[in-house]
């Protein structure tokens, strides 16, 4: 193995992969990236086990093909401290990398590349085109509900599944639901799958960039997506995800009205003296006023109220203030639809501009 690169080059496409790197005494080799050269294209692979980023590299320069790993956070010193501009060689010599960047000379041991864990045979049931913005979109609007460490384990995901002509993202920790949804216009294969929080978290990061047509592969027990030239590939939780259709309200009445900023005001007002385990609060709606209270283990209380447009028969409910609190943050219209379903025991928002996104939130026992 034996190549030339830009140093600016090799750092820009280190630095998209760099986050997997990490120490690891159980097993060395996730330390290490995993560097292949063949057909006109360097490739530069990372592993946590649960998650894989390969970048791509085009290379015009005359090179030999080979394989190998070797220390990732070396390697990524090694061009932090080169010259910007300089020009980095790279060459595998008695199972040792040798590297030269202007008057600078280093060897690192090296590991084998038959040792490192890869999807190379990664084999797809489902696949589709999709802009970049409308993904990151999605996840933005659900990945707040996604369970944390949750001993229902395939709650620790965001539901990612095509069925009809819509393609959903949805997440839920068994206390509050978010669902969003796009129409797909071409015939894709229907699937569904749940992505690990980890995952979904490195996928989000991975979509901050300029608007493009990614590539998305569903496999079996994994996910793939193209983003230009980088290659993302997570782990699926295997277990059915909850009939999240069977919460929602079919049958709506007039919805409650309530201006979106003046609502999260008055409810991050009342939350200053909420209970610091339960983060209760009481919203009271009658008489064309909703009022919201608080209290604490200290025997504190908070109260605020503002008007709106209600003159229906007078509704009680009590809830986690920052359950609601991050369904606003994710809202941009001006008001947001209130419903309260039959039983009383959860209220659906939804957006006044948007039809595709709605949230479920589960009331506590008064």
């Known amino acids: 193995m034996k190549f030339n690169i830009n140093n600016n080059i090799l750092i820009k496409h280190l630095q998209k992969i760099n986050r997997l790197i990490i120490k690891n005494t ?35 320069k005359k090179y030999t093909s080979g394989t190998i790993t070797i220390s990732g956070k070396k390697l990524l010193d090694i061009c932090r401290n080169a010259l910007e501009s300089s020009e980095i060689q790279m060459q595998l010599y008695e199972n040792k990398m040798h590297i030269t960047s202007n ?6 041991t090296t590991l084998p590349s038959d040792n490192f864990p890869n999807h190379h045979d990664f084999r797809h049931i489902s696949e589709f085109f999709i802009s970049s913005d409308i993904l990151k979109n999605m996840i933005e609007k659900t990945q707040f509900s996604m369970g944390k460490q ?21 997440a839920t920790d068994g206390y509050r639901l978010a669902i969003s949804k796009i129409f797909l216009k071409k015939d894709i294969i229907p699937f569904s799958v749940i992505i690990p929080r980890k995952g979904i978290l490195e996928l989000y990061r991975l979509l901050n960039i300029q608007k493009q047509l990614i590539h998305i592969l569903i496999g079996k027990n994994n996910i793939r997506i193209h983003i230009g030239d980088l290659i993302f590939t997570t782990q699926l939780i295997e277990g ?6 069977s919460i929602l309200i079919n049958i709506k009445k007039e919805p409650i009205i309530l201006n979106c900023q003046l609502l ?8 200053i003296l909420s209970h610091e385990k339960f983060c209760g609060i009481e919203m009271h709606i009658k008489h ?11 025997e504190e209380t908070a109260e605020d109220k503002f008007n709106i447009n209600y003159s229906g028969k007078t509704i009680k409910m009590s809830m986690n203030v920052y359950y609601i609190i991050d369904v ?18 959860s209220i659906q928002i939804k957006s006044e501009n948007d039809t595709a996104t709605l949230y479920v939130v589960m009331l506590l026992k008064r």
């Open 26 to 60: 159980a097993f060395p080799i996730l330390e290490n990236i995993l560097i292949t050269i063949k057909n006109g294209i360097l490739s530069l692979t990372t592993t946590n086990l649960e998650i894989e980023l390969i970048s791509n590299i085009t290379v015009s």
């Open 103 to 108: 008057n600078s000379n280093y060897i690192l």
């Open 150 to 170: 949750d001993v229902r384990y395939y709650l620790n995901g965001m539901l990612l599944e095509k069925n009809n002509t819509f393609l959903r993202t949805v």
């Open 240 to 245: 059915k995800y909850p009939d999240y259709e």
């Open 264 to 271: 999260k005001k008055s409810l991050l007002r009342v939350a």
């Open 288 to 298: 064309n006023q909703l009022k919201v209270f608080s209290d604490n283990q200290e």
């Open 328 to 345: 606003l943050n994710t809202i941009t219209s001006e008001n947001i639809f209130l419903y309260l379903n039959e039983s009383n025991n």
